[in-house]
């Protein structure tokens, strides 16, 4: 069995061969987390990407350039405008294809990745096994800074990829397939960290984020499927993922999409949002 759309990823070697390619925009995405009280402090990974990243890749400052830093909340969708100077800044227009990756970890390539698709950026891709699946290969990587000439893109926005806090509280009424991304401890509030105040959104079920990948590969088309299966969230007429703030759902949304669930929708300010009003209630402990 394969994935329903297995141009949504590549391979280091097939990334390889096409790097020859001027219309290709390849990029490192990556964001180093620090913890901080009642969730994480985020940086670019842009000093890592300076000490080596993979042969012509640029680097998209997500955490700042790709974000509404005005924000209460750390790496918050901006608005649609803002967004596609940031993506037209960094030389990506509408008629260019697009591999990202992360020196850190591979969730940063996949909130890239669903930006673009948000902006309307249908040839996007995800490198498989991400940076170390290239270095693994002896493939060539270099140090310092590389830029793309800025161009304009243009949007088509598709905003049913991310939902805000009102479309999470109508789907728990209505018995959305309602996903938490975050570690098992994390979910059930049963671990020392949490995100304000313990325990997940009522009704939610549990699917750390690391459960889909490994190694940084995703998993085999009929493991995911089965993974995704046991939580309803390939047959659900709309699936609705939240993590921490925005970032780790994005791959177990990532993984939907792989297997053709295209109706999903990212609640961007997740648990840093919903858990900083006292009023929205939280369930602690484990839900079937």
């Not at 759309?5 to 280091?12: D, G, K, T, V, Y």
């Not at 890592?48 to 700042?64: P, Q, R, T, V």
């Not at 598709?158 to 975050?182: H, S, Y």
Request: glycine share 10%.
């Amino acid at each position: 069995m394969s994935y329903v759309h297995p141009e949504f990823l590549i391979s280091a070697e097939d990334l390889a061969e096409q790097m020859s390619d001027p219309s290709l925009r390849v990029f490192d995405t990556s964001v180093v987390l620090h913890h901080s009280d009642g969730g994480y402090r985020s940086e670019p990974g842009h000093a890592d990407y300076l000490k080596h990243h993979i042969a012509g890749a640029g680097f998209i400052n997500l955490s700042e350039n790709w974000s509404d830093t005005t924000s209460v909340y750390s790496n918050t969708l901006p608005a649609i405008d803002a967004l596609c100077t940031a993506i037209g800044n960094d030389g990506i227009g509408n008629n260019n294809s697009v591999v990202l990756y992360s020196s850190s970890h591979l969730m940063w390539a996949t909130r890239a990745w669903w930006l673009l698709r948000y902006a309307g950026h249908g040839n996007v891709r995800v490198l498989n096994g991400n940076f170390n699946a290239w270095l693994s290969a002896g493939l060539p990587t270099k140090s310092g800074e590389e830029i793309y000439p800025p161009t304009v893109f243009t949007a088509s926005p598709r905003p049913e990829l991310f939902v805000d806090t009102d479309e999470v509280v109508q789907g728990m009424q209505d018995k959305i397939c309602t996903i938490n991304a975050l570690p098992s401890a994390v979910y059930e509030g049963t671990g020392d960290f949490y995100y304000g105040r313990k325990g997940h959104i009522p009704g939610s079920r549990s699917l750390p984020f690391a459960e889909v990948l490994r190694d940084e590969f995703f998993l085999p088309s009929g493991e995911l499927q089965q993974l995704l299966n046991a939580r309803r969230m390939l047959s659900a007429s709309r699936t609705l993922i939240y993590c921490g703030g925005g970032i780790a759902a994005t791959l177990d949304g990532f993984a939907c999409m792989l297997l053709g669930q295209q109706n999903v929708g990212v609640y961007d300010g997740s648990m840093s949002e919903w858990a900083a009003d006292p009023a929205r209630p939280l369930t602690v402990g484990s839900e079937a």
